[in-house]
C-alpha cells in the first residue's frame, strides 16, 4: 500500500491525526491563543482541504472559470493557498491545478498528487515542530 494521507498512512500520519484531533474545530477556522500554534494550525486544516478536494475530487472546486474560460483560483481556495504559503509555497501546485482544468479533469496527475504529499509533510514539519516547542 502506498504511503500517502489519502490511505491513512502518511509520513507524518499519527501526528497529524493527533494534532487534529487537538486543534482543529469541526467546522470554521482554526482560532486560538497562541497566534502561531493557530497559523500552522490552520496552514494545516486548509492544507488538508486542498489535498482532499485533489484526491476526492480531482481539484475541481479549488478552480473555477468564467463563462469556461478565463480558469482561476476560487476566491476562497486562493485564501486557504496564502495561509499555506507561509509554510510552504503553492505556486506551482496553484498554475498546475489550473493547467489541468483548462486540459482534462480526468487526467491523473502523479506531479499533483505528489506535490500534495511535499506540501502536507511541510506544513505537518512546521506544525509539529512548532507544537512541540518548549513553553
Same mark, same amino acid.
Given at each position: 500500500?502506498?504511503?500517502?494521507?489519502?490511505?491513512?498512512?502518511?509520513?507524518?500520519?499519527?501526528?497529524?491525526?493527533?494534532?487534529?484531533? *487537538?486543534?482543529?474545530?469541526?467546522? $470554521?477556522?482554526?482560532? @486560538?491563543? #497562541? &497566534?502561531? !500554534?493557530?497559523?500552522?494550525?490552520?496552514?494545516?486544516?486548509?492544507?488538508?482541504?486542498?489535498?482532499?478536494?485533489?484526491?476526492?475530487?480531482?481539484?475541481?472546486?479549488?478552480?473555477?472559470?468564467?463563462?469556461?474560460?478565463?480558469?482561476?483560483?476560487?476566491?476562497?481556495?486562493?485564501?486557504?493557498?496564502? *495561509?499555506?504559503?507561509?509554510?510552504? $509555497?503553492?505556486?506551482? @501546485?496553484? #498554475? &498546475?491545478? !489550473?493547467?489541468?482544468?483548462?486540459?482534462?479533469?480526468?487526467?491523473?496527475?502523479?506531479?499533483?498528487?505528489?506535490?500534495?504529499?511535499?506540501?502536507?509533510?511541510?506544513?505537518?514539519?512546521?506544525?509539529?515542530?512548532?507544537?512541540?516547542?518548549?513553553?
Amino acid at each position: 500500500m502506498e504511503k500517502t494521507y489519502w490511505n491513512n498512512n502518511g509520513k507524518y500520519q499519527k501526528e497529524l491525526d493527533m494534532l487534529w484531533d *487537538k486543534y482543529i474545530p469541526s467546522v $470554521g477556522e482554526v482560532r @486560538l491563543d #497562541d &497566534r502561531g !500554534i493557530e497559523s500552522v494550525m490552520e496552514a494545516m486544516r486548509c492544507a488538508n482541504m486542498v489535498y482532499y478536494d485533489f484526491f476526492n475530487n480531482d481539484g475541481c472546486n479549488i478552480v473555477d472559470s468564467h463563462w469556461g474560460t478565463d480558469h482561476y483560483i476560487r476566491e476562497d481556495y486562493n485564501k486557504m493557498f496564502i *495561509k499555506i504559503n507561509e509554510f510552504y $509555497g503553492t505556486g506551482w @501546485l496553484k #498554475d &498546475r491545478l !489550473i493547467q489541468k482544468a483548462i486540459s482534462d479533469w480526468n487526467d491523473y496527475d502523479d506531479d499533483i498528487s505528489n506535490e500534495c504529499e511535499k506540501m502536507m509533510n511541510a506544513v505537518l514539519e512546521a506544525a509539529i515542530k512548532l507544537e512541540l516547542k518548549p513553553v
